[in-house]
Nanobody
């Protein structure tokens, strides 16, 4: 059973920083395409950033230049470094692991709350 456990969320003032972590257990982490998504109240879940098995990254326009996704295959962990946080970054952040070869598999973490407020 693949499990994803996020941590690192919390309350931060505008302009502040947070680092989210997501530890994956129960499978071979290195073969998974990893991503961070977020969902604000009343909104649909949206892509924040992704990182491929080779380390290539992709970001939503709203976070480019402020957020950085990385992975440590030795620790089965993906990170999201968030800087210059804005109130509109407030959301529940979810970690996603996707295996992109058959059988296709997709797993989600339970989410971690990020609140940006003064």
């Amino acid at each position: 059973q693949v499990q994803l456990v996020e941590s690192g969320g919390g309350l931060v003032q505008p302009g502040g920083s947070l680092r989210l972590s997501c530890v994956v257990s129960g499978s071979i982490f290195s073969v998974y395409f990893m991503g961070w998504y977020r969902q604000a109240p009343g909104e649909q879940r949206e892509l924040v950033a992704t990182i491929g098995t080779g380390g290539n990254t992709n970001y939503a326009d709203s976070v480019k230049g402020r957020f950085a996704i990385s992975r440590d295959n030795a620790k089965n962990t993906v990170y999201l470094e968030m800087n210059s946080l804005k109130p509109e970054d407030t959301a529940v952040y979810y970690c996603n692991a996707a295996r992109q070869f058959p059988p296709l598999l997709n797993f989600w973490g339970q989410g971690t709350q990020v609140t940006v407020s003064s």
